[in-house]
């Protein structure tokens, strides 16, 4: 084999070893992207499995908070009663003890309602 011979020679098996190179650059570039993908995949079903338990603290929430509305505006009434018959008769006592005592739950009431939207 002459000198020719032996530089085409090293030439196709450099050209061989570039093949090579680049094929395996590529094999492991694929890799990546799968493996990026599927830690997109796993964090994107996990986020869904999350929403369930979401939701379900949503509506207890949601229930906690419409029963101290509801609260608050039963109380609200039955202090606004309570007024009228003490209104109407400002010098009986019962009427009296019972404006304080619808007042008085009306304030627990309100309080729980800031407490709630403080936490909001």
């Known amino acids: 084999m002459d000198i020719g011979g032996w530089i085409i020679l090293a030439l196709l098996v450099a050209l061989a070893a570039w093949v090579i190179s680049i094929y395996n650059r590529l094999v492991a570039l694929r890799n990546r992207f799968k493996n990026a993908f599927a830690q997109i995949d796993v964090q994107l079903k996990r986020r869904y499995d999350l929403i369930p338990n979401l939701v379900e603290a949503a509506k207890g929430y949601l ?11 039963a109380a609200r009434g039955a202090a606004v009663n309570a007024a009228q018959r003490a209104a ?10 019972g404006l304080a005592q619808a007042e008085g739950v009306l304030g627990g009431a309100l309080g729980r309602l800031l407490a709630v939207s403080a936490t909001s």
């Open 88 to 97: 109407a008769a400002p010098g009986e006592p019962a009427a009296m003890a």
């Open 63 to 73: 229930a906690h908070e419409r029963q101290t509305l509801e609260s608050v505006i």
